[in-house]
């Protein structure tokens, strides 16, 4: 008979062992698409510039260097668009302007690329360049060069340091 019992509560334990692990993995998995929500809502608030809906989330501490599924972050989409007061509210939350994509390229070289000068402005005011070299990226001279704006940028560079 005490067989049978010890038998009967491993039987129970095990059974209530699965159910309460099933409820975590549920539960896990949810919170795993409640955060993926969260970020898509972050990045399309970017993408548009709503800068109302990017201080809310920015204010709740919402983390200002999250990446997204391609390796961009806020401050890489809001450069690429021309949102400047998205770069300027990332700026001062403490986006780093030095992070790359997963193809290796800076909020910079988006500014750039979309020839947004008055936000590869705000961006220049730290070199990423040397980082760059250390890890053998491109640089954003090499980066001007390969979509051809290398001349525009160094008519930018010089611009800027005549206004020094």
Known sequence: MK?????????????????????QTTSTASLAQSQQALIDLFFAATRTGNQDVMSEFLKYG?????KNHA????LMIASYYGHQDVVTLL?????????????????????IFKLEW??????????CDV???????KTVRE????????QQLEKWIETES???
Do not use: W
């Open 62 to 66: 919402f983390p200002v260097n999250q």
């Open 91 to 111: 700026l001062i939350h403490g986006a780093d302007r030095c992070l790359r994509d997963h193809k290796g390229n800076t909020a910079l070289m988006g500014a």
């Open 162 to 164: 005549q206004q020094k």
């Open 143 to 150: 980066f001007a060069k390969v979509i051809g704006q290398e």
């Open 71 to 74: 390796g961009f972050t806020g």
């Open 131 to 137: 980082q760059a070299k250390q890890t053998g990226q």
């Open 118 to 127: 008055s936000i590869a402005n705000q961006l220049r005011q730290v070199d």
């Open 3 to 23: 067989f049978l019992f010890n038998g009967l509560m491993v039987a129970v334990l095990s059974l209530s062992t699965s159910v309460v692990y099933a409820e």
